[in-house]
Nanobody, 124 residues
């Protein structure tokens, strides 16, 4: 069982930055690929970024490439999402997720564990 707790959300002006954190419980964090997803009001949950267990492989949705960076610190059981040059369309609840796998995944249904989400609001 893995429990995930996100933090770091908030209100920021367009062009600003935020860093989201996701702290995981358990002693096997390094066995899990991690992902960030987001859900805006009235929209379906969408993939944002994913990182492999080792941190060697990452993948981003096109709309955040060059602005967002996913990283992880296995010693701290934490995955991060650095978000720069934020836009109003980035406004959403951001969720981290975990799946026990050696690869990476952009498919939400493949993930076994989810956090409760953290709100990110970008004002124009």
């Amino acid at each position: 069982q893995v429990q995930l707790v996100e933090s770091g959300g908030g209100l920021v002006q367009a062009g600003g930055s935020l860093r989201l954190s996701c702290a995981a419980s358990g002693r096997t964090f390094s066995s899990y690929a991690m992902g960030w997803f987001r859900q805006a009001p009235g929209k379906e949950r969408e993939f944002v970024a994913t990182i492999s267990w080792s941190g060697d492989n990452t993948y981003y949705t096109d709309s955040v490439k060059g602005r967002f960076t996913i990283s992880r610190d296995n010693a701290k059981n934490t995955v991060y999402l650095q978000m720069n040059s934020l836009k109003p369309e980035d406004t959403a609840v951001y969720y981290c997720a975990a799946v026990r796998a050696t690869g990476i995944s952009i498919i939400s249904s493949w993930y076994d564990y989810w956090g409760q989400g953290t709100q990110v609001t970008v004002s124009s």
